[in-house]
């Protein structure tokens, strides 16, 4: 069954890649949820998508340049818009996570998603992972544009299921071969790439033994498509419509 992915939590109504956005994907009936890694000037892993605090938070400046405690200064719920141009979740409290409050926070039978934006995120993502629940319950897995992050992930912890993302036009096959060559046991293309008929690509993923995931799906039309030819998952802004256009399928 294809598998429902929390895109930065349920980024389309809370503040990504926080913890609201999070305990909602898992409300709205994410089997997983998917979020970014950086790591702080002091070393701590810390969620965020960007490099800097710019777009997401009151604050500015690069992640890498700043330590923990003045991460933690910035709202990370005053960006997001509401629809009447308010901003709702602004001086909330809503604080930049790190990797181990999420870790804490994760409910049971929630798979997690962990992608890789800056490889030295790597081997402190292994080491927290390495004794989570998630991982031993085989719901975890670690992905990256970077192929030199995700083939560190292997080497440090070949347990860890690792996926590989292609940039959106890049092609499939050398991806493909790439994965069963490095043991990365997933790709996952950008959700355009897989064309108006995804057959070939889940085939050619099929004939390769890898998982084919995709990035991001928000239409409920093109989510049921997908799911129809047998995708392994797909990462959704909208996991609410994303659980009911799955749930239309099988009624
Ligand atoms: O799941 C993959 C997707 O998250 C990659 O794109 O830019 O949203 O991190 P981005
Ligand atoms: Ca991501």
């Known amino acids: 069954m294809t598998i429902v992915v929390a895109h930065r939590g349920a980024s389309a109504r809370a503040p990504e890649n926080t913890l609201p956005a999070f305990a909602l994907g898992v409300a709205h009936g994410a089997d997983a949820i998917e979020l970014d890694l950086h790591v702080s000037a002091d070393g701590e892993l810390v969620v965020i998508h960007d490099d800097t605090l710019d777009r997401t938070t009151d604050m500015t400046g690069a992640v890498t340049s700043l330590a923990l405690a003045d991460i933690r200064r910035a709202d990370a719920g ?48 292994v080491e927290a992972l390495r004794s989570h629940p998630v991982r031993a319950a085989g719901r975890a897995s670690l992905i990256s544009f970077d192929e030199r992050a995700i083939d560190e992930s292997r080497a440090l912890d070949p347990d860890l299921p690792t996926g590989y993302l292609l940039v959106p036009g890049e092609p499939l096959e ?27 690509a889940i085939a050619r993923a099929r ?31 909208v996991p609410d419509v994303a659980r009911a256009a799955l749930s239309q399928m099988r009624a």
């Open 207 to 237: 004939a390769y033994g890898r998982e084919l995931g995709c990035y991001v799906v928000n239409e409920p039309g093109r989510m049921q498509l997908l799911a129809a030819y047998g995708l392994w998952g797909f990462v959704t802004d």
């Open 174 to 200: 050398p991806a493909l071969r790439y994965a069963v060559e490095h043991g990365h046991a997933a790709v996952h293309p950008w959700e355009g790439d897989l064309g108006m008929d995804p057959a070939d």
């Open 78 to 125: 005053a960006m997001f818009p509401g629809a009447d141009g308010s901003f709702p979740f602004r001086d909330r409290g809503l604080r930049v996570p790190t990797f181990a409050e999420v870790l804490d926070s994760l409910p049971d039978g929630v798979g997690l998603v962990v992608e890789i934006k800056a490889r030295a995120a790597v081997a402190p993502a």
